[in-house]
Protein backbone atom coordinates (compact mmCIF):
# COMPACT_ATOMS: atom_id res chain seq x y z
CA UNK A 1 0.00 0.00 0.00
CA UNK A 2 1.25 3.69 -0.91
CA UNK A 3 2.41 5.48 2.08
CA UNK A 4 0.32 8.64 2.63
CA UNK A 5 2.38 11.71 3.91
CA UNK A 6 1.74 14.49 6.29
CA UNK A 7 4.08 16.76 7.03
CA UNK A 8 7.08 15.20 7.80
CA UNK A 9 5.52 11.86 8.93
CA UNK A 10 4.88 9.10 6.41
CA UNK A 11 1.89 7.14 7.41
CA UNK A 12 1.81 3.01 6.10
CA UNK A 13 -1.19 0.67 6.36
CA UNK A 14 0.77 -2.55 7.20
CA UNK A 15 -2.66 -4.58 7.66
CA UNK A 16 -6.49 -3.57 7.44
CA UNK A 17 -10.15 -5.16 8.01
CA UNK A 18 -12.90 -4.25 7.26
CA UNK A 19 -16.71 -4.97 8.42
CA UNK A 20 -19.95 -3.37 6.35
CA UNK A 21 -22.72 -2.13 8.42
CA UNK A 22 -26.29 -0.39 7.63
CA UNK A 23 -27.06 1.04 4.27
CA UNK A 24 -23.34 1.97 3.26
CA UNK A 25 -21.21 2.15 6.34
CA UNK A 26 -18.19 0.63 7.46
CA UNK A 27 -15.61 0.01 9.93
CA UNK A 28 -11.85 -0.49 9.91
CA UNK A 29 -9.27 -2.12 12.28
CA UNK A 30 -5.49 -1.16 10.87
CA UNK A 31 -2.41 -1.55 11.89
CA UNK A 32 -0.73 1.33 10.92
CA UNK A 33 2.76 2.53 11.16
CA UNK A 34 4.33 6.49 11.11
CA UNK A 35 7.26 6.78 9.85
CA UNK A 36 9.53 9.76 10.20
CA UNK A 37 13.17 10.33 10.02
CA UNK A 38 13.92 9.43 13.96
CA UNK A 39 12.36 6.10 13.70
CA UNK A 40 8.97 4.12 13.20
CA UNK A 41 5.70 3.58 15.66
CA UNK A 42 3.23 1.34 15.19
CA UNK A 43 -0.48 1.67 16.51
CA UNK A 44 -3.96 0.62 16.06
CA UNK A 45 -6.41 2.27 14.43
CA UNK A 46 -10.04 2.13 14.36
CA UNK A 47 -12.13 4.43 11.66
CA UNK A 48 -15.71 4.72 10.81
CA UNK A 49 -16.45 5.92 7.32
CA UNK A 50 -18.64 5.03 4.51
CA UNK A 51 -19.31 4.49 0.78
CA UNK A 52 -19.96 6.69 -1.71
CA UNK A 53 -22.30 6.02 -4.96
CA UNK A 54 -18.48 4.71 -6.94
CA UNK A 55 -17.72 2.38 -4.17
CA UNK A 56 -15.04 4.45 -2.98
CA UNK A 57 -14.50 4.72 1.01
CA UNK A 58 -14.58 7.61 2.68
CA UNK A 59 -13.56 8.36 6.46
CA UNK A 60 -15.58 10.27 8.84
CA UNK A 61 -13.65 8.92 12.43
CA UNK A 62 -10.58 7.31 13.57
CA UNK A 63 -9.65 6.75 16.93
CA UNK A 64 -6.00 5.28 17.36
CA UNK A 65 -4.56 2.89 20.44
CA UNK A 66 -1.14 2.33 21.26
CA UNK A 67 0.12 -0.79 20.03
CA UNK A 68 0.78 -2.31 23.83
CA UNK A 69 -0.88 -5.60 24.88
CA UNK A 70 -2.20 -4.37 28.22
CA UNK A 71 -4.38 -1.58 26.14
CA UNK A 72 -5.45 -3.63 23.46
CA UNK A 73 -6.75 -6.19 26.15
CA UNK A 74 -8.31 -3.63 28.04
CA UNK A 75 -10.03 -1.75 24.64
CA UNK A 76 -11.12 -5.61 23.47
CA UNK A 77 -12.60 -6.23 27.14
CA UNK A 78 -14.54 -3.40 27.60
CA UNK A 79 -16.07 -3.72 24.06
CA UNK A 80 -17.10 -7.21 24.78
CA UNK A 81 -18.64 -6.28 28.45
CA UNK A 82 -20.29 -3.18 27.78
Known sequence: MEPERRGDV??????????????????EVARKKAITED?????????RGYYLSDGSARFKRSLTIPDEEEIKEFVAEKIRTL
Open 10 to 27: KFETVSADTVAFGKNNFL
Open 39 to 47: GENEFISLS
